[in-house]
Nanobody, 113 residues
Framework: QVQLVESGGGLVQAGGSLRVSCAAY????????MGWYRQAPGKQRELVGT???????TYTDSVKGRFTISRDNAKNTVYLQMNSLKPEDTAVYYC???????WGQGTQVTVSS
């Protein structure tokens, strides 16, 4: 059983940067494609971006040019680097193994104006 643990959330001012991490623990035999999601208060959870096992990435339009997803397969960890943060980026951020029901517990990111 694989478990995902996010870390690195917090409070940051608009225009600032933050990096959140997602570490995978358990029976990991090969790198998975991963997704980062977020859920703001009163809104549905949305996909932020994805990264394949080989490192190819996709992003939703609202974060393109500001967010970067990367991974370190040796550490079983995926990262979400967030720059030029805006108050509308405030949300709980989750990672997920793509096409599975395996999610992390989420980490809160709050951007103050």
């Amino acid at each position: 059983q694989v478990q995902l643990v996010e870390s690195g959330g917090g409070l940051v001012q608009a225009g600032g940067s933050l990096r959140v991490s997602c570490a995978a623990y358990g029976r990991i035999f090969s790198p998975y494609a991963m997704g980062w999601y977020r859920q703001a208060p009163g809104k549905q959870r949305e996909l932020v971006g994805t990264i394949t096992s080989g490192g190819s990435t996709t992003y939703t339009d609202s974060v393109k040019g500001r967010f970067t997803i990367s991974r370190d397969n040796a550490k079983n960890t995926v990262y979400l680097q967030m720059n030029s943060l805006k108050p509308e980026d405030t949300a709980v951020y989750y990672c997920r193994i793509s096409s599975t029901s395996i999610w992390g517990q989420g980490t809160q990111v709050t951007v103050s104006s």
